[in-house]
């Protein structure tokens, strides 16, 4: 069943911030931890820190200092919408998240989504206001299981030129 869901977690970025990751929308455990990736499935923060040559954080604090550390702003391209579960399949009624205040205190120079349906969404709403195009990398998501953690990883490595 479909219910409107409205984005419960705010962007995490500062001044620093070169690097601009783009999830979907928060699953429900993400909506419920009030954090990025909060499912212990999603293999997000295992690809990350991978590609950053760090341990794997585990606590909220962990995984914010991970981010900082390295410049990476997180956020999602959607504010709300109708969603059943965590389906991005199910995803209608969208309105797309304001990410000017991201681009205004920052000092992005790319654009990553973590997979197709964030791509997509921020194609359709969000690039012509940003002004950036994206680069869609394969979702982190358990869903995508035809990749594995190592394939993730090394499609990951894309972003570690625009960290320096």
Not at 11 to 20: E, G, K, M
Not at 145 to 151: F, L, S
């Amino acid at each position: 069943m479909h219910t409107t869901q409205v984005h419960p977690i705010p962007p995490l970025f500062d001044a620093d911030s070169r690097v601009l990751i783009l999830g979907s929308f928060p699953s429900v455990k993400s909506r419920e931890g009030q954090f990025f990736y909060h499912h212990p499935q999603n293999r997000f923060w295992r690809v990350l820190a991978a590609v950053l040559g760090e341990q794997t954080p585990g606590t909220i604090e962990e995984k914010s200092g991970l981010l900082h550390r390295h410049h990476i702003a997180l956020w999602d391209v959607i504010a709300s919408c109708e969603i059943a579960g965590s389906s991005d399949s199910s995803i209608r009624q969208v309105v797309p998240n304001d990410l000017s205040p991201i681009f205004r205190a920052s000092q992005i120079r790319a654009v990553f989504c973590n997979g197709g349906t964030s791509y997509r969404y921020y194609c359709k709403y969000t690039r012509a206001k940003t002004g950036f195009d994206a680069v869609q990398l394969p979702s982190t998501s358990p869903a995508n299981a035809a990749w594995t953690p190592e394939k993730l990883t090394e499609a990951w490595r894309v972003i570690l030129p625009w960290l320096t």
